[in-house]
């Protein structure tokens, strides 16, 4: 299971900080990506991170103004959301996979609950 936080309510150039907590037994094992879907917008890649945080993936949209991390728990990835914009409005997701990330969220097999970032202009 995966427990995503963090969202809310901030004006644009504002920050939010995201967290997904996972009780899975390999969760040190686990690669963590996150998702963002809006309303009229698929389930899109925001940002990727290896089991070891060695590797990280950030969509062209984010780079820059995201950074993917993990824990000291090894069973704890963060998104640090700085600069935000109106564009950034969506229902975040965080999910997992073994080790190695995906941009295709279809290869992910352990999804959390959505948290809601609006960002108003």
């Known amino acids: 299971q995966l427990q995503a936080s963090g969202g809310g309510s901030v004006q644009a150039g504002g920050s939010l900080r995201l967290s997904c907590t996972t009780s899975e037994p390999t969760s040190a094992a686990l690669a963590l990506g996150w998702f963002r879907q809006s309303p009229a917008n698929e389930r899109d890649i925001v940002a990727a991170?290896?089991?070891?945080?060695?590797?990280?993936y950030y969509a062209d949209s984010v780079k820059g103004r995201f950074t993917i991390s993990r824990g000291h728990a090894e069973n704890t990835v963060y998104l640090q959301m700085n600069s935000l914009k109106p564009e950034d409005t969506a229902v975040y997701y965080c999910?997992?996979?073994?080790?190695?990330?995906?941009?295709?969220?279809?290869?992910?097999?352990?999804w959390g609950r959505g948290t809601l970032v609006t960002v108003s202009s």
């Open positions: 999910a997992g996979r073994h080790i190695i990330y995906s941009r295709n969220a279809a290869a992910y097999y352990y």
């Open positions: 991170i290896s089991w070891n945080g060695a590797d990280k």
